[in-house]
């Protein structure tokens, strides 16, 4: 979706005065004085509280989850409403940034805007850090023997402009094996899954092989390969409007052997988030051999049984 499609509005666009406003460039006779005053003075709060700036020059469409949930968070703040009601207010959210936007109703209540996160205390409560077990980062995990890799990524290197996602970044996946993938919000979670779907175009340029075959080889389609990935994706849901049940009645088939879950709780109430997890747990007991990887921020969104994590660092900028 988002590597395929328009690039669309900067954020710097989407949260100026006149798009906040929806103001109708060919309007007449009214100057919008008072809007005007009240965006100015709240502006700098919201940009620095939610750390926009360097967001500001991006694309919507190409924004992490968190991103995103960010920059919309700051467009609907910037309206100057006098109460915001923000449902799952830490879905997509790293813990670092759950921890920000606790502090965010305190930080907004000088501009008389009561910001209540519904459902914050309970979710917050349930994703400290140390609920996670230690980084797995450059752990060494013992494989089953004869287990054949899933997933095959070798030294990829991936920078836009000073902004470095991935140095030499090599990564295997073998069947079985149960995957958290974790990090901030932009460190590139996401688009490692799109480098394994191919749903990203820069999959093609990198030593990427996918059930022991590579992408663009003679012989090897596509279509083939994704035969066998099941997908699960918060994103699907908020923008194709693919709900979660849809999209595991798709995934959690017999051809699948491999399964990815992007953020698969996000936005979900706790009943819907409890089934899906309990139906993803029961659906990999039964498959051993298939292998999974879940991106999550929080423990309590992981289903039972994955016991492998990969923790992706901060992005880093090159000089």
């Known amino acids: 979706m988002r590597y395929h499609g328009d690039e669309g509005d900067r954020v710097a666009g989407m949260l100026s005065f006149k798009s906040v406003f929806e103001i109708n460039p060919f309007e007449v006779g009214r100057g919008h004085a008072a809007e005007r005053r009240r965006y100015d003075a709240r502006k700098r709060t919201v940009f620095e509280a939610l750390d926009i700036k360097p967001l500001l020059r991006k694309s919507f469409a190409s924004l992490s989850n968190g991103e995103m949930r960010r920059a919309l968070l700051a467009r609907m703040l910037l309206k100057c409403p006098g109460r915001l009601v923000v449902c799952d207010p830490f879905g997509g959210?790293?813990?670092d940034w759950r921890e920000r936007i606790c502090a965010l109703p305190e930080a907004i209540r000088v501009f008389g805007?009561?910001?209540v996160l519904e459902g914050a205390a309970a979710l917050h409560d349930s994703t400290s850090s140390g609920s996670w077990a230690k980084s797995g980062r450059n752990a060494i995990y013992v494989?089953?023997?004869?287990?054949k890799p899933v997933v095959e990524?070798?030294?990829?290197?991936?920078?836009f402009g000073r902004r470095v996602l991935f140095k030499n970044f090599s990564w295997t996946v073998c069947e079985g094996e149960r995957w958290v993938l974790r990090g901030p919000n932009g460190s590139g979670k996401t688009t490692l899954l799109a480098?394994?779907?191919?749903?990203?175009?820069l999959s093609y340029a990198f030593d990427i092989r996918l059930f022991g075959k590579r992408r663009g080889e003679a012989g090897v389609s596509l279509a083939d390969l994704r035969r066998h990935v099941g997908v699960v994706s918060a994103e699907r849901e908020a923008m194709l409007g693919e709900p979660m049940e849809m999209q595991l009645d798709a995934a959690l088939v017999k051809t699948t052997r491999l399964l990815l879950l992007d953020e698969p709780c996000c936005n979900l109430s706790v009943k819907r988030s409890r089934a899906a997890l309990e139906r993803i747990a029961r659906w990999l007991d039964a498959h051993r051999k298939a292998a999974a990887v879940c991106v999550a921020h929080s423990k309590a969104h992981v289903p039972a049984g994955f016991d492998?994590?990969?923790?992706?660092?901060a992005v880093t900028r090159r000089d």
């Not at 492998?308 to 660092?313: H, I, M, N």
């Open 113 to 115: 805007t009561e910001l």
């Open 143 to 147: 494989r089953r023997r004869n287990a």
């Open 93 to 95: 959210l790293d813990p």
């Open 153 to 159: 990524m070798r030294g990829v290197n991936l920078a």
């Open 308 to 313: 492998r994590q990969l923790v992706l660092p």
């Open 195 to 201: 480098f394994v779907t191919g749903d990203s175009p």
